[in-house]
């Protein structure tokens, strides 16, 4: 087992960054939360690690898990690295599961890629099914996706990230789309099975409830972090501290709202404005957001409350 080491990660499309210097590391058997608003770089900085980004997006800097490099490295060395060292289950397991093949096939077939003969994948398919805590594995094995509930799906793409034991799991909202009961399941789940895991969400409580320690992502960077105790009672940003009085206000899985207060390097907020980096720059406000942030960087902007 190895620790990821992430320093200085930054992720850009064209000239705008998207992502900006992140750090951390996530030592074997630690859990980890990312949280943050709607487009604060929680996903990209996922998929940046996993050389997953979208075309036309890129991340620089270094991530390393051990002594493999994760950033700046061919694909094809990726490709050995991704499902086998790390793996990563997304919110809807629809989109990443094929509706043609059947369950068992597709929990093979994460082996098969690895260099696992076929008969052992397909025995050691049924296994991981059971490990998720699916019932009757054999009978699932030979379903379809269509065939299955959300919760079931969802415990699928967790059993095909782990069929190479990998060392680090990265979940990104993995339970948004279950109702409250299943997510509980999953979540429990999650956190027995989990070799080391880095996990995205807006909700709070679920942060509180998985993981050892937590980084706040604002306006593309991470802007607090540490053990959950320390910063869910003391936070040291106002960002964080606006989270926290939204998670009291707000129902369980909802969007955190923008909240009025200051953004690192660009000082208090002009009265009257909110932060958001979802901006579409309609406002006279917005215009003058990037001489406001000093940096041209428009992603980010003001506009007025409301
Ligand atoms: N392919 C892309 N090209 C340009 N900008 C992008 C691209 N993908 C994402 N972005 C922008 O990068 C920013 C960060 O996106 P990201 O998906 O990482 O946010 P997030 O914190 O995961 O949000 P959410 O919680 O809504 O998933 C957003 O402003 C988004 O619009």
């Not at 992502?19 to 604060?40: C, H, M, T, W």
Request: aromatic share 4%.
């Amino acid at each position: 087992m190895n620790t990821l080491s992430v320093e200085g990660l930054s992720v850009r499309a064209d000239s705008v960054e998207l992502v900006r210097e992140v750090s951390f590391d996530i030592a074997p058997g630690e859990r980890v939360g990312l949280i943050g608003e709607s487009g604060s770089g929680k996903s990209l900085t996922a998929l940046s690690l996993m050389g997953l980004l979208p075309e036309g997006v890129r991340a620089l800097g270094r991530a390393r898990l051990g002594d493999r490099d994760l950033v700046g490295v061919p694909e094809s060395r990726l490709k050995d690295l991704r499902g086998r060292r790390l793996s990563m289950v997304f919110q809807e397991p629809m989109t990443a599961l094929n509706p043609l093949m059947r369950i068992g096939a597709q929990v093979a077939e994460a082996m098969t890629l690895h260099g696992t003969p076929r008969a052992r994948a397909r025995s050691r398919a049924i296994d991981l099914l059971e490990r998720v805590r699916l019932p009757e594995p054999a009978q699932i094995a030979r379903a379809y996706p269509h065939q299955l509930s959300g919760g079931q799906r969802q415990r699928v793409m967790l059993a095909i990230a782990l069929a190479n034991e990998p060392e680090l799991l990265i979940c990104d909202e993995p339970t948004t789309a279950l109702d409250v009961t299943v997510q509980k399941q999953m979540l429990e789940l999650i956190a027995e099975v989990a070799p080391a895991l880095l996990f995205i969400t807006h909700d709070l409580a679920v942060v509180a409830s998985l993981c050892e320690r937590v980084l706040v992502m604002y306006g593309g960077r991470v802007v607090e972090s540490g053990p959950i105790r320390e910063v869910f009672t003391r936070p040291r940003h106002r960002y964080t501290e606006g989270l926290l009085a939204a998670s009291k206000l707000t129902p369980r899985g909802t969007r955190l709202p923008t909240i009025k207060g200051s953004v690192p390097g660009a000082g208090q907020f002009p009265d009257g404005c909110v932060f958001s980096n979802r901006c579409p720059h309609t406002t006279p406000a917005c215009e003058s957001a990037p001489a406001l942030t000093g940096d041209g960087h428009a992603h980010a902007c003001w506009h007025p409350a409301g």
